[in-house]
């Protein structure tokens, strides 16, 4: 692998990400299957950082996973996206932040739909104007909400407290960077890096000290696939996807998996227990699965927050052995205690997938 | 120039193979023929090609019987074209080393460039340590120096079309030539590495010309060279950098995914961009594949819709070496009948 | 626990793995197995194929990807009238190819006689 050769490619992949004054809007489905990430992102980009990041209740599903399962069509979904536009419009921001990178891609397919055939942004404004009364401005800047930790990675390094080092042995962690698909496929040019060797996340993981592993199937989907998974009988289409991509990186011994979709690291986190149910093979060392992380978890990890409260119990696969690699102290018995030492539960232990 | 009083000059922009046999036709004719090449040395791309299709003919010999039978020509490498421009009956051209040209006529022999394969991140080109370019491969055989192949290879592939045939890499037309490089350079692997495994993967075989279609069945069953159809999709590198390629074998209606040692990229002839400065200061047409435009693509293949600038080779599309040489001397008679007021 | 669901099988076929030793056979008593251009020719002709899917290409096609049950099936519908041999346009000797291919058994190994019809 010729590492300056992808420098190459990054170069004309550059995308212009201003520093400050966001509207933030949420995926659907983060919030319980990861539920520290979204908190974490205004906190580290409010709270830590002192950014402006907007957000409102009014906000509604972008209509993706509607649109992607063929259930509404795309005029629909648009006029969805043109709400959110115009609760940006109506906060007085211009830049745009997608929690979900099937959001993203959809705002994203919206505004180049539209600069391809304006007749269409003329009849969903007909279209929201009837069914909502609102207008709204198209916003200058559009961003996945890795795309701005990766503008802050930087500031992040600074203030970082611990570093993806094995702190044992000195060794960076070894780290596999898995971008959703809807991130930067369909219009390279609005990811960062590009499609083929995006950076948005090998970029943030190589700041805080980690090394990024290049293994052949790192271009293919999680396997989710909307239809694939949500269909049941089709479910294992979705999990052989996954376990390809698990195959593929297995020689390389990853430490960590980091992504920046809502549905890749679920079910690359949970499919390893469904296939290790199935196929009695694991991962990760000693029997345990390899860790997931959201790049909010990672970068709050980096900052020093509580694995806890970043809700890594939420996880299948357990994240111990990583915390212990990078030298991270942890209660073992709050890991089940929510806010206020509310007790969760512990879940039921896998019969073949390790866990603590 | 250096003393040839009596004999006319003729512009030629381009010192590979049509420019050559162009200026050397036009000596023949009593012309003083004036080279300009950017490069610094003469022969273009095929100085640069270690044995040609379809006979594995060294190229090298017939580079210099060009450069021997252009001797008498003035050739001036390194050039940078200043301002070129009608002048008169004819046109002026000022070149960066104070060199100030008065002709009538101009040859534009100024090739084709070859596509960039980095461009098709899919393949790695650039970034997997064992993809290499047809041309990367021919630099191999000439001078054996290549760190991208490594010791003895038991599993080579060659994918077709890199950059032609593309829409989206910007180049609609069929290079023409691959198809048939493709074969002579897998047959020369498998003269080199006999244990190998060859695959090429292919859209369509374009075998067109004088001995190809014998070529392709010698490589078939002289070689065993194995033939996928399909357009590979994606390339990987695995933890020993050895290369995955992917592609559908369609006469099979399968994926198919093969690990090799060596993968070749027939990055095909695309139009020379550098050129279009000087082609829009000249009032030439560029057709829409981005090469020179011919008067008509049938009768008047070296003249242009200008008075007194001719073409020849590969400017106006992609070409064969003995087409580019028949269509050199086309152009020199062109130049001859012009000039002596046909 | 059944969950409903396991994971698929590839269809993909990965030539890393495929066992060309039967094809090798096959070659070396009949090399001009090797100059099939795929142009079906064969298979428009063929008697047996518009009933029972018989092709001369997909058999040598799936000899060089390790479909083996599909090449068998195939052959075990050849009727061996001679079609094939007289379309051709490059002249294999398909009738000597697919009674070669019958000696040689799944495994690679060759039957008595090997060779010689």
């Known amino acids: 692998m010729i590492y300056q050769g992808k420098q190459k490619i990054w170069s004309d992949y550059q995308k212009e990400i201003p520093s400050d004054h966001w509207f933030y809007v949420r995926s659907c489905i983060r919030q319980s299957f990861f539920p520290g990430s979204e908190k974490w992102f205004l906190g580290i980009c409010r709270d830590m950082l002192g950014k402006d990041i907007h957000e409102t209740e009014h906000h509604t599903t972008c209509g993706g996973i509607a649109y992607h399962c063929d259930v509404i069509p795309q005029l629909t979904a648009m006029t969805i996206v043109a709400r959110q536009f115009a609760l940006m419009t109506e906060a007085g921001y211009k830049n745009l932040v997608a929690s979900c990178i099937t959001s993203f891609g959809n705002y994203t397919e919206t505004l180049e739909t539209w600069r391809e055939f304006p007749e269409l942004e003329a009849r969903v404004r007909e279209a929201l104007w009837k069914s909502c009364r609102r207008e709204f401005e198209k916003p200058e800047y559009v961003a996945h909400a890795s795309d701005l930790i990766y503008k802050f990675r930087g500031e992040i390094a600074e203030k970082a407290k611990f570093r993806l080092v094995d702190h044992r042995t000195g060794e960076p962690l070894r780290v596999v960077e898995h971008i959703g698909c809807h991130y930067s496929k369909m219009f390279p040019h609005k990811g960062v890096g590009g499609a083929e060797y995006p950076c948005v996340l090998s970029g943030m993981a190589e700041s805080w000290g980690g090394r990024i592993i290049d293994y052949p199937e790192r271009r293919h989907c999680c396997g989710f696939g909307f239809r694939q998974y949500l269909v049941k009988a089709n479910r294992g289409y979705s999990m052989s996807n996954t376990h390809k991509k698990f195959e593929s990186m297995e020689p390389y011994h990853p430490d960590m998996i980091i992504t920046n979709c809502p549905g890749c690291p679920y079910f690359l986190d949970r499919w390893q227990y469904v296939i290790s149910e199935q196929t009695g093979k694991t991962y990760g060392q000693n029997g345990y699965g390899i860790p997931v992380l959201t790049y909010e978890e990672l970068a709050g990890l980096v900052l020093g927050i509580d694995p806890w409260d970043l809700g890594l119990q939420i996880h299948q696969v357990a994240v111990e052995p990583l915390l212990d690699k990078l030298g991270i102290a942890y209660d073992p018995a709050k890991k089940y205690l929510g806010l206020n030492e509310k007790d969760i539960m512990k879940p039921g232990l896998p019969t073949v997938l390790r866990c603590c | ?342 | 626990m059944d969950f409903g669901f396991s994971l698929a099988p590839s269809s993909a076929v990965n030539l890393d793995t495929v066992d060309l030793s039967r094809y090798n056979r096959l070659v070396r008593l009949e090399p001009d197995a090797r100059i099939c251009m795929a142009c079906g020719s064969c298979s428009a002709t063929c008697t047996a194929g518009p009933f029972s899917g018989m092709s001369v290409r997909k058999v040598l096609l799936g000899l060089q990807r390790g479909q083996d049950a599909q090449v068998n099936r195939m052959l075990s519908a050849c009727m061996l009238c001679g079609k094939c041999t007289m379309v051709c346009p490059r002249g294999i000797n398909t009738r000597n190819l697919i009674l070669n291919l019958c000696r040689i058994a799944a495994d690679g190994s060759v039957s008595k006689g090997e060779g010689r019809l």
Request: aromatic share 8%; net charge negative.
């Open chain 2, 1 to 342: 120039m250096e003393g040839k009083p009596n004999k006319e000059q003729v512009a030629i922009i381009g010192a590979g193979i049509a420019g050559l046999e162009a200026a050397h036709q036009l000596l023949r004719l009593g012309y003083a023929p004036v080279l300009i090449e950017q490069a610094d040395h003469a022969g273009g791309h095929v100085a640069e090609w270690n044995r040609l299709f379809p006979d594995k003919a060294p190229a090298a010999p017939l580079v210099e019987e060009l450069l021997e039978q252009t001797r008498e020509a003035t050739l001036i490498l390194r050039a940078k074209i200043l301002s070129a421009g009608r002048l008169g009956d004819g046109f002026n051209i000022r070149l960066s080393d104070g060199t100030s040209l008065h002709v009538r006529a101009i040859l534009m022999a100024t090739g084709f460039s070859l596509f960039e394969a980095w461009k098709k991140e899919e393949y790695g080109y650039g970034v997997y340590d064992r993809v290499l370019t047809n041309a990367d491969l021919e630099h191999w055989f000439n001078t054996g120096d290549d760190t991208r192949i490594k010791g003895d290879l038991k599993r080579i592939g060659f994918v077709h079309c890199v950059g032609s045939r593309d829409v989206k890499a910007g180049n609609t037309q069929c290079s023409k030539v691959c198809c048939i490089t493709a074969i002579k350079q897998a047959i020369e692997m498998k003269e080199r590495f006999p244990e190998a495994e060859i695959w090429c993967f292919y859209m369509d075989l374009r075998l067109f010309g004088k001995k190809y279609e014998d070529f392709y069945i010698g490589a078939q069953r002289d070689y065993g060279i194995h033939f996928i159809r399909g357009r590979v999709s994606e390339v990987s590198e695995n933890i020993d950098g050895k290369v995955i390629v992917k592609a559908e074998d369609t006469l099979n209606g399968k994926p198919v995914k093969v690990t090799l040692d060596a993968l070749v990229l027939m990055a095909g002839m695309v139009c020379n961009r550098d050129i279009q400065p000087l082609a829009k200061e000249l009032s030439l047409s560029i057709d829409d594949d981005g090469y020179l435009k011919s008067r008509d693509n049938i009768g008047s293949v070296t003249r242009s819709d200008r008075k007194g600038i001719f073409l020849a080779g590969a400017a106006t599309g992609p070409k064969t070496i003995p087409e580019t040489l028949a269509e050199a001397r086309s152009a020199a008679l062109d130049i001859h009948n012009f000039l002596s007021g046909e």
